[in-house]
């Protein structure tokens, strides 16, 4: 699978694509509401065979006869996802994981629906034609592949985009063969490679802090409603948006570097919402969840093999000359000496190096398992 992005030039007609997607909004609403109805009373949860066979009958009603705008794929789709959520919700309580089940959602800040077989056809050059209206898009490549779905998102800045699935056969991909490396990913450096090599993050949204906080302090100095306020919330909307496109882009390069440098890459399984917990919007802003996803696929796509280590796995006190474990090496201390062997030891440059040992060897002679590596 693949996901082509497009972006809608801006029209009169996108107005009818903000109703059908507040109208999904709405519906999304109403179907929590069903779920949390028929919970208080039988005390199960209403599965997405039942909710489906509901919205059918309603659909015809005079009431919700409105729904029928949107789409029964759309609507169904609306339906899947709550499913989804619902199910992950479940999970997590099984492993003592603490969530909010799915809740209400804004209208004005539900984002999306997809269409699936029906209700959008490609025109000639840059048309598409979305439930019975056109629309232009900046096509910056084509489309080789069977479409599987279509999703129209609207951005927090009243943009759209088309984001199209396909299902892309990928062709024979040579294994590439080279050096190997293990990757330590920190707080006061963005990466740390056995080599000994740090990469510095270049912290896209502290550099930009002073001018998010002159931005917000902008909105909140408007009267609520007015055009005003609605013009300074688009321009911090705007700068948010160019900080996360800037930490995009700088992913995907360092992604590509380090790639083109090495045929094998082994990192840590990390914990990122524990991560956040602890150091909140520093997490955020290196973007380690984006970024490994962004470099398994590109591993993927250019043949390297990569792998995670068992987050579990004591990497930082372990001694990478001698394996010796130290009882524990608080996260102050950035140097440290091993008590068996005398090696002084950088706390990333050596949680690196045992990344990269028990990468290598496949768990040879290794308590620790090969974590499964999301995209790969």
Request: aromatic fraction near 10%; proline fraction near 3%.
């Amino acid at each position: 699978m693949k996901a082509y992005v497009f972006k809608l030039y801006h029209s009169k007609s996108n107005k009818h694509l903000a109703g059908k997607i507040n109208l999904a909004g709405s519906i999304y609403n109403h179907l929590i509401a069903l779920h949390r109805r028929y919970y208080k009373l039988f005390g199960q949860h209403l599965s997405v065979v039942k909710i489906q066979r509901h919205i059918t009958r309603l659909k015809k009603t005079p009431r919700f006869a409105h729904w029928n705008k949107l789409g029964s794929q759309a609507i169904q789709d609306i339906a899947q996802r709550i499913e989804r959520a619902y199910n992950l919700f479940f999970r997590n309580l099984q492993h003592g994981i603490k969530t909010a089940p799915p809740s209400f959602k804004k209208v004005r800040k539900y984002r999306s629906f997809t269409l699936k077989q029906a209700g959008y056809k490609l025109l000639e050059e840059n048309q598409i034609k979305i439930m019975g209206r056109i629309y232009k898009y900046a096509k910056s490549r084509e489309i080789g592949c069977t479409i599987k779905t279509l999703t129209v998102k609207r951005d927090t800045l009243g943009d759209f985009w088309l984001c199209f699935v396909v299902d892309e056969e990928i062709g024979p991909i040579n294994v590439r063969t080279g050096k190997s490396v293990g990757l330590d990913f920190g707080l006061k450096t963005f990466l740390t490679t056995s080599d000994a090599e740090k990469i510095q993050s270049p912290m896209f949204m502290r550099k930009a802090s002073r001018e998010i906080k002159r931005l917000s302090r902008k909105v909140s100095t408007k009267k609520p409603g007015s055009n005003n306020r609605e013009k300074a919330r688009l321009d911090l909307a705007r700068k948010h948006r160019n900080i996360a496109n800037q930490r995009k882009d700088y992913h995907f390069k360092q992604a590509h570097a380090l790639v083109s440098q090495y045929a094998e890459i082994f990192i840590e399984d990390l914990n990122i919402k524990a991560m956040q917990r602890l150091w909140g919007r520093k997490i955020s802003d290196l973007g380690h969840a984006q970024f490994i996803s962004t470099l398994f696929w590109v591993i993927k796509k250019q043949g390297v093999y990569g792998a995670k280590i068992d987050r579990f796995y004591p990497s930082s006190k372990t001694c990478s000359s001698c394996l010796h474990e130290l009882p524990e090496l608080p996260l102050s201390i950035r140097e440290w000496t091993c008590p068996i062997c005398g090696s002084v030891h950088d706390r990333d440059v050596n949680a690196a190096r045992n990344i990269f040992r028990v990468g290598a060897s496949t768990c040879k002679g290794e308590s620790v398992r090969l974590a499964p590596a999301s995209g790969f």
